[in-house]
C-alpha cells in the first residue's frame, strides 16, 4: 500500500526504511528537505491515491496540531490520518472530532521501540473505529515485531496514546526498581560484585526482563557508572499517567514514586531540603550546612 | 557428587528430583518419613562420604537455626553446610561463626524458581569462600538453568541471601508496576481490551519480562481477576529489603511503596483512614460514614 | 461597605452573619429563596451601590462559572467580583479576563475556616491587582480572625486560590501524620493508652497543633474510633496540588501519599492488588483468596 | 526530692536547672569536670539518700548500656533507674530486666523540648511499672511545661520511648508538608510573597501548629533560605518508626516518604539516577550527562 509519512527524525526514518522493507510505498515528508521525498503536505497528498493513510509522526502539542489543522483542508472524506507521536490521549478527540467534520478518519497510535525498533520491530497501540483501523493494518503489519505479539488495537480514538503511556508509567517504576535495587546492592560490603549479581538473574528468576539486559549491557560499558550524573530527564508520559490517576482515584503509588524521583535528581539544592534543615534548626539547634563554605 | 538434603517440601522435593537427574547421588531428610531417604540427620551424615555437603532447606528461623545446631555436633572438620532457605542475611554470619568453630564451612544460597524451578532450573545466588562455594559446585550446576545465567558467587558470607533478598525487593516493585498500570488501564473507558493491550506488550516494548507474561497468564484465567480478592501477603524479604536501605541510609520509594501496598490491603478499614476521616469531621463537619450503618 | 454575596450555604451563611456582626451591609443571594434577601442577581446588583462588591460563594465549576457569566453582564465598569469558592486556581485567570473586558475588576480568595469560622474568623489568601484588593479590604478584614495574622494578599489573580490549594495539600499531609502514628501507637502491646499520649503532646512537642487538638477531641468522643469506617473523600485540592506540583516538577512525596491513601480507603477490593494476588500464585503457587468464599 | 543526674550535655545541662528551679536537688556528674557536681557515678550514688531515682541522659547505644551496666551494680534494691535518652525502645525491655535481677526499678522517658525545653518545659513520655514511676514523679513534674498537658504514662517498659519515636516521626511528615508546600509555592511566579503567606497561616488555619511558626521564624531569617544548604541528617527515631512499623505491618507512606526524602539529600550524585540515566540511554539513545564535563 502507500502511506504518507510526516517527520522523518530519529523514529520516523527508521520507520520508512521499515515499512519500505515490508514492499510498501512511503512518500515522506520532513522539514530537513535532504531526507524528504516531498516539499510540502501538499505535494505529500497530491502523491497518494485514495483513499489515502498519512501517518503524522512530529512532536505532540503546537507541531502536531499544526500538521493536523493543514492536514484538515487537504485531505478528503474518506482518508485517515494516524498521529504516530507522543500526543497526550486527550487531545486524541479533539483532533478526531476535527477531521471528522471533513469525513477524514483518524487513528490515534502509540509507538515503542526507539533505536532497536527498525531491526526488532515497532510495539504499537491503537485507538479508532474498526474501518479506520484496517485502511492502516498493512503498515501496522510492517511495523510491529514478527510474531504473533506486538500490535494491538486497543479500544477507541485515543486508546492507543493511553496504553503507550500506562506502558511508559510501567516503564519508570520497573526501571526505578532495578535501580534501588542496585543501589542497595552497591552500598554494602559483603556483595563483591554487583554486576554478576545482575548477570546471573537474566535466567531462572522472577525478575528477568529485556530492562534488565539492558542494566547488564550499561554495566558492561561502565561496571559502577562512574562517568554518568545521578540525573535523569522525564518525556511526558510519566506526568500524564499520574494525571490520568488522579483523574480516576487510581493510586499509582510506585510509579509516582519514580517519577518524582526523577525530578528530585534534578536539583541540585532541593528548595524543600532547605526547608527541612531551617526547621530542625529553629527547634533543636540542629547544625546546618551553608552554602557558603 | 554426594549430596545431603534437609527439607523435602514444595521447594526442596523437586530440586532432589533435579539433582538426581543431573546425575548426583542425593540424600534427602524430611520430618515426613514417607518422602524422606533417611529418616535423622545422623543417619543422613553417616551415609555421606566426606567432605560432606549438606543442604539445609527448611523455615527460615527456628527450624534452620535448630538444623544447623544438629549439624554442628554431627559434622566433620572440612565438611560444608548450605543454607538454602529464605534466612535473613543477618544470621548467616553467625552461623558461619558457629559452624567455622568445629572447623565446618559455610556457604549461604539464595534460590529462586519456584514452581517453574525443576523443569527451568533455579537462580542461585550464593556468599561464602571460595573453597567451600568449590565443593557445592557441582550441585549448583545441576540446579541452576542452562545457559550462561542463572548462578552467581555473589560475595562474602551472606552476599547471597543478601542478593536474593534485593531481587525480591526488585520483584515486589515490578509486580507493583504491572498491578497499578493494570488497574489504571481497567478504569478508563476508551481502553476496550485491556488483557489484549498487556498480551500485545509481550514483544518490542521496554516492559516484556516473565512477569509480564505471567500477567497475561493470570488474565487468559480470568480476564478481570474477578475470582480473586485484592489481597497480598508479603514474604519477608521485602520487609528485610527496606529494613537493609534503612540501615545504608538508600532511598528505596518504590519498592517502599509496594510492601506499603500489600499491608494495606490486608487491612479490612485501616486504623489511619479511620482518623482521617474523624478529623476531616472535625474540622469541616465532613460526613463520617459509620459502622453501624 | 456594602457586599453583595452570592452563595448561603454552610459557608456563605456564616460568612454573611460575621461580615455583618462587623457593621458592613450584606445583600445576600441563594437558590433557596427562604435565607436569600434578594431573589436575582439583578436585584442584587441594583440593590448595592457602585463601586460594587459582589462576593461570590458557590460551587467550583459550573455554578461559579455561570454566576460570573451572569454578572458580567449586569455590572459595570470599576466594580468588583470575588471568587471566594474552592475553584481551580486556572480559572481564576480566565475569569479574570472576561471581566476586564467589560472593565470589571476580579479577586480571587481562598478561605479557610470550616464550621468553626464564624467564631474564630476566616483565613483568607487571596490575590489581584492592588486597586481591586483594595476595594474588598474591609470585608476581608471584616472575615478574617482577630490578631495579626490570617490574611494575606498573596500575589497576582490565581494567586489566592494556589496558596489555599497548598495549603490544603499540607493539611492533607499533616493528618496523614498523625493518622500513621495513631495507627502504630494502637498497634504496640506496650502503649497503653493512646489516647492519653496524644493528649500529652498539645504541650512542649515539636507537633502541636490545631490538628492535634481535633485529634484529641475525636478520640474523646470515641476512644478506639469504632465507631467510623476507615474511609476518606477527597475535595479536589489535593488533587489540584500534586497536578500543579507535576506541571512544575516539584517532588511531593509526602502529600501524594496522602491523597493515595484515601483513594486506596475507598476501594472494597484494590484492583491492582487483585493483580498481585494473580502474579504471585502465577510464581510461586501462592495460595490466593476467591471472593468466592 | 534529690535526683542523680548523668549526662550534663545541652539537654541535661538545661534540665538540671529547670529542675533545680522547681526547688528539687539534682547532683549531676557528667565526664567535663567543669560542670559535673561529682566526679564518679560512685560518688553520685553515695551521695544521694534512698530509695535513690538516677536519670540516665547519656548518647543511646554503647554509652546508655556502659552507664546502665555500672549502676547495676552500685545500687540498691529499691532504686530506680530512668533512661531519658534517646534509646531504641527494643533496649528498654532488656534494660529492665538487667536491673531487676538486682532489684532495682527501670523507668524509659522519652524527652522533647530541644533548645526550648528549660523555659517552656520539655515534653515527656514514660513507661515502666506505677510503683517505679511514682518514684519519679516530682521530677517528671518539674520538667514538664505548665499546664494540664506535656506529660503521659504510657504504658509498660518501653512505652515511653516508643511514644516519643512515633512523635518523631510524625514530626518528620509534618515537616516534610511544609517543605513540599513551601517549594510548590516557591516555584510558581504568581505568588510573589510566599513568607507572608506562611506567615498569615499561623492563625484560623487547618494547619496552624508550632512548626509553622518555627517556619516563619526561619523565613524572616533568610527568606529564601538562600543561605542553607538542601540537606537533612535523621536522628535515627524516623528510622526505627520506620521499622516497627515494618515489624507490625502498617503502612506508613507519608512518614517513610519524609525519611528517605532526608537520605536522598545526602546524595550528591544519587547512584539510583545514575542506574535510571544508564537504562534510557541504551533503549531511547536518551541523552546521558556525563561526570566529565
Not at 510505498?25 to 505529500?44: K, Q
Not at 497526550?88 to 477531521?99: G, N, P, S
Not at 534543615?277 to 547544625?287: S, V
Request: with cysteine; net charge negative; glycine share 12%.
Amino acid at each position: 500500500m502507500e502511506l504518507g509519512l510526516i517527520g522523518l527524525g530519529k523514529m520516523g526514518g527508521n520507520m520508512r526504511e521499515r515499512i519500505r522493507r515490508a514492499g510498501h510505498t512511503v512518500v515522506g515528508f520532513d522539514h530537513n528537505a535532504e531526507i524528504a521525498d516531498v516539499h510540502s503536505l501538499g505535494e505529500l497528498v497530491e502523491s497518494l491515491s485514495g483513499p489515502r493513510v498519512v501517518w503524522v509522526m512530529v512532536p505532540a502539542g503546537d507541531a502536531t496540531q499544526a500538521t493536523i489543522d493543514e492536514l484538515a483542508t487537504l485531505l478528503s472524506p474518506g482518508d485517515v490520518v494516524v498521529d504516530g507521536g507522543n500526543s497526550r490521549w486527550t487531545d486524541d478527540e479533539a483532533h478526531a472530532a476535527q477531521l471528522a467534520e471533513r469525513g477524514i478518519g483518524f487513528v490515534d497510535c502509540g509507538v515503542s521501540g526507539g533505536v532497536w525498533g527498525l531491526e526488532n520491530g515497532y510495539a504499537l497501540m491503537y485507538g479508532g473505529d474498526a474501518a479506520d483501523v484496517a485502511k492502516v493494518q498493512p503498515v501496522f503489519d510492517a511495523l510491529k515485531p514478527e510474531g504473533e505479539f506486538g500490535a494491538v488495537h486497543a479500544g477507541k480514538v485515543g486508546a492507543g496514546h493511553f496504553a503507550k503511556m500506562v506502558h511508559n508509567g510501567i516503564e519508570y517504576a520497573m526501571m526505578q526498581a532495578f535501580a534501588e535495587g542496585w543501589e542497595l546492592l552497591e552500598a554494602v560490603d559483603s556483595v563483591t560484585d554487583v554486576r554478576e549479581v545482575f548477570r546471573s538473574w537474566q535466567e531462572g528468576t522472577v525478575i528477568r526482563s529485556w530492562l534488565l539486559d539492558l542494566a547488564v549491557r550499561a554495566l558492561d560499558d561502565d561496571e559502577h557508572l562512574a562517568s554518568l550524573r545521578g540525573f535523569a530527564q522525564d518525556s511526558g508520559e510519566g506526568r500524564w499517567t499520574v494525571e490520568a490517576a488522579i483523574d480516576h482515584a487510581v493510586p499509582l503509588p510506585a510509579i509516582t514514586a519514580s517519577l518524582f524521583a526523577r525530578f528530585a535528581s534534578r536539583q541540585d539544592d532541593a528548595p524543600q531540603m532547605k526547608m527541612i534543615a531551617a526547621l530542625r534548626n529553629q527547634f533543636g539547634g540542629h547544625a546546618v550546612e551553608s552554602t557558603q563554605k
